[in-house]
C-alpha cells in the first residue's frame, strides 16, 4: 500500500470562506478519488480526480462548490468553497493502485464550519 | 433500496466469541468486496478483500462471499476488545468502469471484555 498524507487533519473555518485539503501519495497510484464521512454516516463519493483534467463528479456534487486538482498521479486538492455549517464533516482522500480495485484512504481532514 | 445494506448494530459479542458481520449488496455485476475496519476519529483501514466465491482466510478474519444471494460476511474469530470499531462493507462494479467503492453504513462492533 501507499503512504498517503492528508493535510490538514483539522481546520475550524468560517461560513462563507473556502478551505483547500491537499492529498499527496509516495508512489504514482492509478486512481484518486475524494470521500466525504457525515457524522455518524458512511462514505460517500464525491468525485474521481482525474490527471490533467477535469473531475469526474458524483450526482450531488458539483464542481463550483468542490473544485479538485490533480496536477500529477501522485497529488490532488479538494477545496471545498462557500462553507456553510453542512459542509461539516470528514473529507477522505483515497487512492488505488495499478489495477487492482483495492482502496486506500488518508488521515482524513475533520472539517468543522462555524 | 441501498446499493450496499448493513446492519448499524451495535453488535455486542464477549470477548473470546465469534463476530458475525453481514452485507448484501443489490448489483449483480459487483466483482470486487472488501471490509474496512473504521475506528472512531479514523479513516478506514482495509482488512479484507475477496474476489470469489466461497471462503478466504486470514489469521483471526475470514471473508465470506456468495455471488448468487448477493451476500458477504466477515467473521472475526476469537474477539478481542480492541476489534471493537465499525466494520465498512464495500463493493466494485468494475463493469461500470467505475473504479470507485460503493460503502455500506457500516456496523458497529462492541467487544464486551
Known amino acids: 500500500s501507499a503512504v498517503i498524507s492528508q493535510k490538514p487533519s483539522r481546520d475550524i473555518c468560517q461560513r462563507g470562506t473556502s478551505l483547500t485539503i491537499q492529498c499527496q501519495v509516495d508512489?504514482?497510484?492509478?486512481?484518486m478519488f475524494w470521500y466525504r464521512q457525515q457524522p455518524g454516516q458512511s462514505l460517500t463519493l464525491i468525485a474521481t480526480?482525474?490527471?490533467?483534467?477535469?473531475?469526474?463528479?458524483e450526482s450531488g456534487f458539483v464542481i463550483d462548490k468542490f473544485p479538485i486538482s490533480r496536477p500529477n498521479l501522485t497529488f490532488s486538492t479538494l477545496t471545498v468553497s462557500n462553507m456553510s455549517p453542512e459542509d461539516s464533516s470528514i473529507y477522505l482522500c483515497?487512492?488505488?493502485?495499478?489495477?487492482?480495485?483495492?482502496?486506500?484512504f488518508g488521515q482524513g481532514t475533520r472539517l468543522t464550519v462555524v | 433500496q441501498k446499493e450496499v445494506e448493513q446492519n448499524s448494530g451495535p453488535l455486542s459479542v464477549p470477548e473470546g466469541a465469534i463476530a458475525s458481520l453481514n452485507c448484501t449488496y443489490s448489483?449483480?455485476?459487483?466483482?470486487?468486496f472488501f471490509w474496512y475496519r473504521q475506528y472512531s476519529g479514523k479513516s478506514p483501514e482495509l482488512i479484507m478483500s475477496?474476489?470469489?466465491?466461497g471462503d478466504k482466510e486470514d489469521g483471526r478474519f475470514t471473508a465470506q462471499l456468495n455471488k448468487a444471494s448477493q451476500y458477504v460476511s466477515l467473521l472475526i474469530r476469537d474477539s478481542q476488545p480492541s476489534d471493537s470499531a465499525t466494520y465498512l462493507c464495500?463493493?466494485?462494479?468494475?463493469?461500470?468502469?467505475?473504479?470507485?467503492?460503493?460503502f455500506g453504513s457500516g456496523t458497529r462492533l462492541q467487544v464486551q471484555p
Open positions: 483515497s487512492v488505488v493502485m495499478g489495477m487492482n480495485t483495492e482502496a486506500f
Open positions: 508512489s504514482q497510484v492509478t486512481m
Open positions: 480526480a482525474n490527471q490533467g483534467s477535469e473531475a469526474t463528479y
Open positions: 448489483d449483480r455485476g459487483s466483482q470486487s
Open positions: 475477496i474476489y470469489s466465491n
Open positions: 464495500a463493493v466494485n462494479s468494475q463493469n461500470t468502469g467505475r473504479r470507485a467503492l460503493t
